[in-house]
Nanobody
Framework: QVQLAESGGGLVQPGGSLRLSCAVS????????RGWYRQAPGKQRELVAR???????NYADSVKGRFTISWDNVKNTLYLQMTNLKPEDTAVYFC??????????WGKGSLVTVSS
């Protein structure tokens, strides 16, 4: 059974940095994309960054130049390095694995709060 577990969230001041991790366990034979999404209070879940297997990396315009997504194939862990954090980055961050056929796997989320 596939499980995704996020960690690394917390409270940070504006301008600070955090690194989120998502440990993936279980067997996945084919992956279309690995990504990070976020959901702020009262808002819909939105894509933050995504790595498409064998292809491109996509970032939301709001995080370009500040966030970096990466995948460690040995550790089976997805990362999101976040720098120059802003209050509007406050949200619950979810990692996602998208496999062919329209199936998604989600973690339970990690809260990031950016506040002074």
């Amino acid at each position: 059974q596939v499980q995704l577990a996020e960690s690394g969230g917390g409270l940070v001041q504006p301008g600070g940095s955090l690194r989120l991790s998502c440990a993936v366990s279980g067997s996945i034979f084919s992956v279309y994309a690995r990504g990070w999404y976020r959901q702020a209070p009262g808002k819909q879940r939105e894509l933050v960054a995504r790595i498409i297997t064998g292809g491109s990396i996509n970032y939301a315009d709001s995080v370009k130049g500040r966030f970096t997504i990466s995948w460690d194939n040995v550790k089976n862990t997805l990362y999101l390095q976040m720098t120059n954090l802003k209050p509007e980055d406050t949200a619950v961050y979810f990692c996602n694995i998208d496999i062919p056929g329209g199936v998604d796997f989600w973690g339970k989320g990690s809260l990031v709060t950016v506040s002074s």
